[in-house]
């Protein structure tokens, strides 16, 4: 005779990048598993793996996880968490003295943690006054692409920039179906203030955050330090 089955109860978040609300159930133990076994490796492709599984299997929408940009998840992942586990976690933040570094553990209300914005049109960037170019923010499936370490690099970074370009226009024509060659060759030829004004683009991704002040229980240093992204929180 098969066992009764728990239900589970049903709730929605704002998902920025797609500017809807999606439904999703907390995570079971088996997912909570996989969660484990992921962070206790270090491995942030693992990480962000094991992260894009669960939402998978608790996502009752209709999207494609592998599509979504990286705050997005961030963002579904942090409420799938909160109604999963509690709404408060215990994160390790070190003192920012240099000669103290204590860790301590400090309490953070994930409610208190909003989601980002994202500016209408904020993705076209001007190169001059009559040639641009339509960007996107870099997807799961485009940073799965390449070893973090890879990322750090400027040959990672062109190779990422190159994925996340979706058209180059001028005021004649726009240009939608360039090969990944085309595109680097064009990224090559900007010069050093073109080139940075694309750079911006990425630098103000959005992505999660959260300010914490402490007091060091150690020196009596005030600190304050921004938690930035998925892993500043969970690991």
């Known amino acids: 005779m098969a066992l009764p089955q728990v239900n589970s109860s049903r709730y929605s978040v704002f998902v920025p990048g797609l500017n809807k609300e999606v439904e999703f159930r907390p995570y079971l133990v088996k997912e909570e598993k996989i969660l484990m076994m992921a962070m206790e490796s270090s491995d942030q492709k693992q990480i962000l793996g094991a992260i894009k599984d669960v939402i998978e299997a608790c996502v009752f929408d209709n999207i494609n996880v592998n599509n979504l940009a990286v705050f997005d998840l961030e963002v579904l992942f942090l409420h799938l ?40 049109d904020d993705n076209v960037v001007m190169l001059s006054d009559d040639i641009g170019m339509t960007l996107r923010y870099p997807s799961f499936e485009d940073i799965q692409r390449f070893d973090p370490e890879y990322l750090e690099k400027i040959d990672g970074i062109m190779e990422l920039l190159v994925l996340c370009i979706e058209n180059i226009f001028d005021t004649e024509e726009v240009y939608e179906n360039s090969s990944d060659k085309e595109k680097m060759e064009f990224i090559e030829n900007l010069n050093t203030d073109q080139f940075q004004t694309i750079s911006k683009f990425f630098d103000g991704m959005p992505s999660l955050k959260h300010d914490i002040e402490f007091t060091c229980v150690k020196c009596e240093k005030e600190n304050k330090v921004e938690l930035k992204g998925i892993q500043s929180f969970f690991t």
């Open 81 to 120: 968490r909160a109604k999963s586990v509690g709404e408060k976690i215990n994160v390790n933040v070190k003192c920012q003295d240099e000669e103290c570094q204590l860790e301590s553990p400090i309490e953070i209300n994930l409610d208190d943690i909003k989601a980002p914005v994202i500016e209408k």
